[in-house]
Each structure stands twice: as structure tokens, then as C-alpha cells.
């Protein structure tokens, strides 16, 4: 499957983007679709995750309750509202999926994924 992402851009502090990741080649199967992103210098860190098969969704400390993960059917296409984005947020954002399931407490874990979308980059300014 290929993933690709879409949806960044520039915005201000408390602004809002939601990305998109379609799958082409496939639908998106019952393995979990995760979000990461990986500011300069920085290691890739998870950003959101939802489980294909039974819809539970999970989210870091730092994306909780400002960001959502979710499906669309209709698009094939996973997609990640961010709002009151703040400059720390900015980085390139991937989302990744794999075939099979895996554990909820896995989902998190960038190595866990199979398929890797391009990125898209997220600019928030002050």
C-alpha cells in the first residue's frame, strides 16, 4: 500500500490544519493507521494512532485534547485535525500504517509500522 499525505502548511499559534493520509494501491486494512512527526534535530515522535478494527483511538500528552484522529470511509483517507497548534508542533508529519493488528500499547511505537507516507511539513509561527 502507499501512503500519502497531505493537508500542511503555515499557520499561527492557535490556528488550526487537519491533514489527510489516503491509501492507494489498497484500502486501508485492520492494521492501526499512526501519525508521527520529526522536527530538525529532533527523533520521530508519535503524534496519534487509531485501530482500524475496533476504532479506539490514543494520543501523547502533548497532542491530547487538541488533536483527533479519524477515519473516512467514503475517502479511503485517515485524516488529523490539529487545533490550538502551538510552535512547538511544528515538524513534518507522516502517517504510517501496517498489515496486521497489533496491541493497543504497540501502536505507538514508530517500528511497529510497515508503510511510511512522504510527510508533510507544518509550519506554526508565533
Known amino acids: 500500500v502507499q501512503l500519502q499525505a497531505s493537508g500542511g502548511g503555515l499557520v499561527q499559534a492557535g490556528g488550526s490544519l487537519r491533514l489527510s493520509c489516503a491509501a492507494s494501491g489498497r484500502t486501508f486494512g485492520n492494521g492501526p493507521v499512526a501519525w508521527f512527526r520529526q522536527a530538525p534535530g529532533k527523533e520521530r515522535e508519535f503524534v496519534a494512532a487509531?485501530?482500524?478494527?475496533?476504532?479506539?483511538?490514543q494520543y501523547p500528552e502533548s497532542t491530547k485534547g487538541r488533536f483527533t484522529i479519524g477515519r473516512d470511509n467514503a475517502k479511503n483517507t485517515v485524516y488529523l485535525e490539529m487545533n490550538s497548534l502551538k510552535p512547538e508542533d511544528t515538524a513534518v508529519y507522516y502517517c504510517?500504517?501496517?498489515?496486521?493488528?497489533?496491541?493497543?500499547?504497540?501502536?505507538?511505537?514508530?517500528?511497529?509500522?510497515?508503510?511510511w507516507g512522504q510527510g508533510t511539513l507544518v509550519t506554526v509561527s508565533s
Open positions: 487509531i485501530d482500524m478494527w475496533t476504532k479506539n483511538t
Open positions: 504510517a500504517t501496517r498489515s496486521g493488528r497489533i496491541v493497543y500499547s504497540a501502536q505507538n511505537q514508530a517500528g511497529a509500522y510497515d508503510y
